[in-house]
Structures are given as structure tokens and as C-alpha cells.
């Protein structure tokens, strides 16, 4: 399994932006660049939701809700993620989780906050 780290959660206002990264510091970079990236977040009593991916070759995709406000993006040589979220509202709340993915492995960072709050 890919051990993979998080950063960048915290507490932000309404309309506020924050950077979440994910490393895969043990990582192989010609293995790192094999998974599909993702980051999902589950709030309170709620599930788990899917809110970006890429793939190895970079084509990302966001989910409905967070369309124009978040950006996901890898830098392979850095074995890193990102999600860049942009214009946060009080439903953006939730645990952040990283998630790494191939055929045979599914793998999830242990999560990074985000509460946004006047």
C-alpha cells in the first residue's frame, strides 16, 4: 500500500481559499506515477463523497458541487497532489482524505480538517 500524508487543513471564512497537499514520501517515483490520485471528504453523519481525480496522465476531474471553485493537479516528480480550494462555503466542511488508487491497491491518507466559518 501507498503511504500517503496531508497537509494544508484549517480553518477558514466564508469565501476564503486554502491548499490541501498530499505527499507519497515513501514512494518509488516511477510506482507513484502508476496511481490514480484522488481526494474525497466526508462530513459530519454524512458519506464519503468523491470531489476530485486525476489520472497518471494528468486528466482531472471534479465533482458538480465544487466545479470552479477547486483544481486538482500532481506533480509526479514530487510524488505530490494537490486540491486548490477557492470561494469555501460553509458546506465545504468535512474531513479531507487523499486517496491513491490502481488495480490492485486503494490506499488513504489519515486526513486533514476543513471548516469553514464566519
Known amino acids: 500500500q501507498l503511504h500517503l500524508v496531508e497537509s494544508g487543513g484549517g480553518s477558514v471564512q466564508p469565501g476564503g481559499s486554502l491548499r490541501l497537499s498530499c505527499v507519497a514520501p515513501?514512494?518509488?517515483?516511477?510506482?507513484?506515477?502508476?496511481?490514480?490520485m484522488a481526494w474525497y471528504r466526508q462530513a459530519p453523519g454524512k458519506q464519503r463523497e468523491l470531489v476530485a481525480a486525476?489520472?497518471?496522465?494528468?486528466?482531472?476531474n471534479v465533482a458538480d458541487s465544487v466545479k470552479g471553485r477547486f483544481t486538482i493537479s500532481r506533480n509526479n516528480s514530487r510524488k505530490t497532489v494537490t486540491l486548490q480550494m477557492s470561494s469555501l462555503k460553509s458546506e465545504d466542511t468535512a474531513v479531507y482524505y487523499c486517496n491513491a488508487r490502481t488495480g490492485s491497491d486503494n490506499s488513504w491518507g489519515q486526513g486533514t480538517p476543513v471548516t469553514v466559518s464566519s
Open positions: 515513501r514512494a518509488i517515483f516511477s510506482v507513484f506515477t502508476m496511481y490514480e
Open positions: 486525476i489520472t497518471s496522465s494528468g486528466s482531472a
